[in-house]
């Protein structure tokens, strides 16, 4: 057994930026080669670049609102209380809404494989 402390016993949130657009904070809570758990901000507008996770992921969202997209789908809206599961291999990418920010705690199984950022344009233009 495991226990992860509270924020306040970590290090300090992670700046992400090579994967995502915007802002973008995270708190990983737990890491490692098979399950990856953080929890995520993402400012308004702000999201992660398109991806895939080799065993799924699971997004549970906890406050704010926000979106989430699978290749070839529209945009689905994200509100505090939603679950999220991604299959394997399925490439998506989720983030804040226009004007909202969201907070998510995202659990990755597997290896993640990042692909193209998400254009401005496609995304505002499928909001």
């Keep these: 057994m495991e226990i992860v402390r509270a924020h306040a016993d ?11 657009t ?4 995270a708190d990983p809570l737990r890491s490692g080669p098979d ?18 996770h080799e065993k799924g992921q ?3 969202v ?3 609102a ?9 945009p689905q809206a994200l509100r505090p209380g ?8 399925e490439a998506h990418w989720h983030g804040g809404a226009p004007d909202t920010y969201l907070v998510h705690l995202a659990v990755s199984l597997g290896q993640t ?12 233009a499928r909001t």
Excluded at 37 to 50: I, L, Y
Excluded at 82 to 87: E, F, G, L, S
Aim: aromatic share 12%; proline share 7%; glycine share 10%.
């Design 66 to 74: 926000g979106l989430v997209c699978s290749a070839g789908g529209d």
């Design 10 to 20: 970590r290090l300090p949130s992670e700046r992400r930026t090579a994967m995502f």
């Design 35 to 52: 399950v990856t758990v953080a929890s995520v901000f993402f400012a308004p507008g702000a999201r992660t670049h398109w991806h895939t």
């Design 82 to 89: 939603d679950t999220v599961w991604v299959p394997p291999g």
């Design 58 to 60: 699971i997004l549970l």
């Design 62 to 64: 906890t406050a704010g």
């Design 113 to 124: 494989a990042w692909r193209d950022p998400v254009a401005d344009d496609d995304y505002l």
């Design 22 to 25: 915007g802002t973008v904070f």
